[in-house]
C-alpha cells in the first residue's frame, strides 16, 4: 500500500487585491499583467494575520476531512519561506494550536517546490511504517516580502494556504512516482534580501524546461504515458510557464488547473491550494491519475504522479 492523500483543506485570505489596485500603486497596467502573467487578482493577509494563522485554517480543515483526530498525526510538514520567525518553526506553532501532542513537526524551506518535498518526505516516513499520519502544509504570507515599489514582482504574488493528510491508500492508488531536484548554482536568480528579488528572465527560461521535463520523467518512473494523465496541477507561477507544462503533456486545457488569475503565485501553498479547488469542483475523480508539478528559488523542484483517491 503507498501513500496518498486522505483529507484537504485550504485557506484564502478575504482582502483581494486587483490589478487596477495595483495600477494605483506602481507603474503598471491590468493589460500588462494579465498578458505576461495571466493574474487578475491575488488574496492579502490582513495586518496581523500571520503563516501560521493561515496554515493552521487549512491544516483544520484537512484533518477534518480525513476524519482522523489531531493526536493521531505522526509528523507535521510545513513547506514556507515566510515563517512568522526564524524560530519556534510554523510547524510547532500549528502543533500547539492543533492540539497535534503526538506530532514531530519541522519546517521545510525550498520555496515554491515545497510543498512537493514535503510529500516526497511523508511518502517516506508512511511507507516505512514510521508515521500512520503525516500532516503537510504549504502556507506563505509573501505580501511581507514583496516590495510593493518593484513593478516586476509586485503584481506576481500572493497570500494563501493549502493542506493535506497523508496516510496509506487502498492499492493502485496514492504517489506512484515522484522526482526530487536543485540547482544551487541557480540561486542568485531568485532570492530575498530584504524583499524577494528575481531575474524573471532566467527563472521562466529554467521553469519552462524543468516542469515539462519533471511531468515527463514521472510518467516514466511509473511506467506510464501522457495519455494516462487525467489531470495536471503545475505550480501557479505564471500562465505560460503552466502553458508549456501542458503542451509537453500534450494535454487539453480543461485537465490542467488554473488558479493563478484568482490567487496569483502563492509559493509552496499554490499547488495544494488548486488541488482543493479542483477536487471541491469535481475536476478530480475517484482513481483519476494527476501530475503534480513545481519550481522554485534554491532553484528547486519535484513532481508526483499520483493515483486519486483513498
Known amino acids: 500500500m503507498k501513500a496518498g492523500i486522505i483529507g484537504i483543506g485550504r485557506c484564502l485570505p478575504d482582502k483581494v487585491l486587483t490589478n487596477a489596485d495595483l495600477e494605483k500603486m506602481v507603474d503598471t497596467s491590468d493589460e500588462w499583467i494579465r498578458t505576461r502573467t495571466g493574474i487578475e487578482e491575488r488574496r492579502i493577509a490582513e495586518k496581523g494575520v500571520n503563516t501560521s494563522d493561515l496554515g493552521f485554517e487549512a491544516a483544520k480543515k484537512a484533518i477534518e476531512d480525513a476524519e482522523i483526530s489531531a493526536e493521531e498525526i505522526g509528523l507535521i510538514l510545513v513547506a514556507t519561506v515566510t515563517p512568522d520567525q526564524p524560530f519556534p518553526s510554523v510547524a510547532c506553532m500549528l502543533q500547539e494550536k492543533l492540539g497535534a501532542v503526538n506530532a ?90 530584504d524583499y524577494i528579488v528575481m531575474n524573471g528572465r532566467e527563472v521562466f527560461k529554467f ?74 469542483a469535481g475536476k478530480i475523480k475517484e482513481d483519476d491519475l494527476i501530475v503534480m508539478v513545481g519550481f522554485g528559488g534554491g532553484l528547486t523542484w519535484g513532481a508526483i504522479a499520483m493515483r486519486w483517491g483513498k
Open 104 to 193: 514531530a513537526a519541522m519546517d521545510i524551506s525550498a520555496a515554491c517546490a515545497g510543498f512537493m518535498y514535503g510529500m516526497i518526505t511523508a511518502k517516506q516516513f508512511i511507507e516505512s511504517d514510521s508515521y500512520k499520519y503525516v500532516l503537510v502544509v504549504g502556507v506563505e504570507k509573501l505580501s511581507k516580502i514583496t516590495d510593493w515599489q518593484d513593478r516586476n514582482t509586485a503584481v506576481l504574488f500572493g497570500d494563501g494556504a493549502g493542506a493535506v493528510v497523508m496516510g496509506k491508500v487502498t492499492e493502485g492508488r496514492g504517489i506512484l512516482s515522484f522526482e526530487l531536484g536543485a540547482d544551487g548554482t541557480g540561486g542568485k536568480h531568485l532570492y530575498q534580501e
Open 207 to 280: 521553469a519552462v524546461r524543468q516542469m515539462g521535463e519533471s511531468s515527463v520523467n514521472v510518467l516514466e518512473k511509473a511506467g506510464l504515458s501522457k495519455e494516462d494523465v487525467d489531470f495536471l496541477i503545475p505550480h501557479q507561477a505564471n500562465i505560460r510557464i503552466m502553458e508549456a507544462s501542458r503542451q509537453r503533456l500534450e494535454l487539453p486545457e480543461e485537465k490542467m488547473s488554473k488558479t493563478v488569475d484568482k490567487y496569483g503565485n502563492t509559493s509552496a501553498a499554490s499547488i495544494p491550494i488548486s488541488l482543493v479547488e479542483e477536487v471541491e
